[in-house]
Nanobody
Framework: QVQLVESGGGLVQPGGSLRLSCAASGFTLSNYTMSWYRQVLGKEREVVATITRSGGGTNYADSVKGRFTISRDNAKKTVTLQMTSLKPGDTAMYYC????????????WGQGTQVTVSS
């Protein structure tokens, strides 16, 4: 059974940090580009960070550059999003997704983990 399970969300004060994890099972993680997305209720889902199959390439939304870091461990089948200097505007549901590296299409999605940045 294919699964992506996110964890690590929660409530944090502005300026704080969180580390999100995405655990993959039921498929070969190293075959897929992986991305973190976020969505605020009533708004479109937006891509936050992307990492290539080997982990050698990353890309970030302008809004999180310099604050978020995406990484992966294909052997442990995990993808991580380290978030620092969090702002209230980062409040959202965060999802990880496995992406076909040839078509760019989203193949698998997790159920999401909520991040709330508030004092």
């Amino acid at each position: 059974q294919v699964q992506l399970v996110e964890s690590g969300g929660g409530l944090v004060q502005p300026g704080g940090s969180l580390r999100l994890s995405c655990a993959a099972s039921g498929f070969t993680l190293s075959n897929y580009t992986m991305s973190w997305y976020r969505q605020v209720l009533g708004k479109e889902r937006e891509v936050v960070a992307t990492i290539t199959r080997s982990g050698g390439g990353t890309n970030y939304a302008d809004s999180v550059k310099g604050r978020f870091t995406i990484s992966r461990d294909n052997a442990k089948k995990t993808v991580t999003l380290q978030m620092t200097s969090l702002k209230p505007g980062d409040t959202a549901m965060y999802y990880c997704s496995a992406i076909n590296p040839f078509t760019g299409g989203n193949v698998y999605w997790g159920q999401g983990t909520q991040v709330t940045v508030s004092s």
